[in-house]
């Protein structure tokens, strides 16, 4: 269904310079309605699912599995075929400047994936699941037809009237402002599958427990060789510089931790606004989820039927790891899970 390579459009938006001649494009997109929409949202969930399970069954024994990970191949533009245009290194130089990989050095770049591994990309199936249980848990019906337009080039909608090469406000990336800003106004959904909600909660606590084990793998390493995270002591890293610090690591499992302490309901999330005495209780928003519009939860009056009085995250707790990351977390965020 897809006729746009959707990390190119994602990274022009927000200005980091995609490179759109590296990718293979869809030349014929299939029609999607929101059905087939969510139906496919819910076969991905499958897929992943299913990876987590086959990866569960890794034991306790050590393991070592050597990936040129720049030559895989990933079915972007979803025509069915994963070409060469579609390794994995070419949407790596579509989507940032700074490195500028070629087919000879991503031949020669390998990582060596090890058991704390197997538990990290667990964790990341876990994210992923959980970010899909609350998709499906909405009615995204709205931004699908008035937006959608945006991802797939023959959503089914009555507002297709919007589609075609004329643009009032395009800045150069290909996209039509007016549409970004609307995308943002559509983030407001009703509930319609509330046990979701539920589900995503539990995910996300699954992802943390398996940031726990991952450590403590990473941790309990004594070689050294082309490490996908290292531990504070491993120095041989296969992303270049990508070194970690014992107040990184520190830091980023407290924050983890208080993080299931707020999706236990055992501390609060400081509310952002009024006097401070009150907090978010963010197990309550997963248990008794209620119409979400981001932006009235940015505002904050989204948040008025969960606040509470308690104990509150840590002070400082997110200002103490943008020190650990030297005010590059969210550089590291995507990687560490």
Not at 7 to 30: I, T
Not at 210 to 224: F, G, H, Q, V
Not at 241 to 255: H, N
Request: net charge negative; charged share 30%; glycine share 8%.
């Amino acid at each position: 269904h897809g006729a746009f390579n959707l990390p190119v459009q994602a990274s022009m938006m927000v200005g980091a310079g995609g490179d759109r001649a590296n990718l293979a494009f869809n030349a014929e997109p299939a029609p999607i309605t929101y059905e087939q929409f969510r139906q496919s949202i819910e076969d991905w969930m499958e897929e992943v699912k299913q990876a987590e399970r086959e990866l569960s069954r890794v034991g306790d024994e050590p393991v070592k599995v050597r990936v040129p990970i720049g030559l895989a191949r990933i079915d972007l533009n979803m025509d069915g075929q994963a070409s060469e245009r579609e390794q994995a290194w070419r949407l790596f130089t579509a989507v940032q400047r700074r490195f500028r990989p070629t087919q000879e050095s991503a031949e020669g770049f390998e990582i060596a994936f090890d058991r704390g591994d197997v538990a990290w990309l667990r964790g990341y199936c876990n994210v992923c699941l959980a970010v899909g249980e609350f998709l499906l848990a909405h009615d995204t019906s709205d931004l699908f037809e008035r937006a959608g337009h945006l991802f797939f080039a023959k959503n089914e909608t009555p507002f297709g009237f919007l589609k075609g090469d004329r643009k009032s406000f395009d800045f150069g990336t290909g996209i039509d402002a007016s549409d970004a800003v609307a995308f943002i106004h559509l983030l407001d959904f009703d509930v319609v599958e509330p046990d979701r909600m539920a589900a995503s909660r539990e995910h996300l606590l699954s992802a943390i427990g398996l940031a726990d084990e991952m450590w403590r793998w990473y941790d309990a390493e004594t070689d050294d060789d082309q490490e996908w995270i290292p531990n504070p002591k491993q120095r041989e890293c296969a992303i270049p510089g990508g070194m970690i610090t014992p107040a990184m690591r520190d830091a980023w499992l407290r924050t983890l931790g208080e993080t299931r302490e707020m999706l236990n309901g055992e501390r609060l999330l400081r509310f952002w606004r009024g006097d401070g005495d009150r907090g978010v209780n963010v197990r309550r928003v997963f248990m008794e989820p209620r119409r979400f519009d981001v932006v009235l939860w940015v505002q904050g009056s989204a948040a008025g039927p969960y606040l509470e009085e308690g104990e509150f995250t840590s002070d400082g707790l997110w200002a103490d790891l943008e020190d650990a990351f030297d005010r590059g977390v969210f550089r590291y965020m995507w990687w560490m899970n």
